[in-house]
């Protein structure tokens, strides 16, 4: 099992077709990862919210995304794929996602 994208269908952004627009440019983008919709992440207090995690890597819990946000996580993605353990040694080239990070759990 490799890496999973997970959208709170709960959220607004979730129930606008967030989870379908990840699909498609992860497609596009040539990477070989799951994406899964659940009902409620408990990130309330910054809704839409859209988790990352692999077997023995880091995890990360974003919240406040949007559509907008597809081509930075994509970004984000690529370097999550190419990290032994998950993390990131530079978040700049994520943009605006990495302000959007609610937690970062250890594998």
């Known amino acids: ?10 959220c607004p952004a979730g129930r606008s077709g967030l989870a379908s627009a990840i699909r ?3 497609k596009a ?9 659940v009902d409620c992440m408990s990130g309330c207090t910054r809704p839409s ?3 990352v995690r692999a077997p023995g890597k880091t995890a990360y819990l974003f ?3 949007s559509e907008a946000d597809v081509p930075n996580l994509i970004v984000f993605l690529k ?3 190419a990290s032994a353990d998950g993390n990131l040694a ?4 994520i943009g605006a996602l990495r302000e959007k990070a609610l937690a970062r759990i250890p594998g």
Not at 1 to 7: A, E, Q, S, Y
Not at 29 to 37: P, T, Y
Not at 90 to 93: L, T
């Open 1 to 10: 099992m490799g890496t999973t994208v997970t959208v709170c269908r709960s």
């Open 90 to 93: 530079d978040a700049r080239p």
């Open 49 to 51: 919210t859209v988790a």
């Open 63 to 65: 919240g406040d995304a």
């Open 79 to 81: 370097l999550y794929d």
């Open 24 to 26: 498609t440019a992860i």
């Open 29 to 37: 983008a040539g990477l070989a990862m799951r994406v899964s919709e």
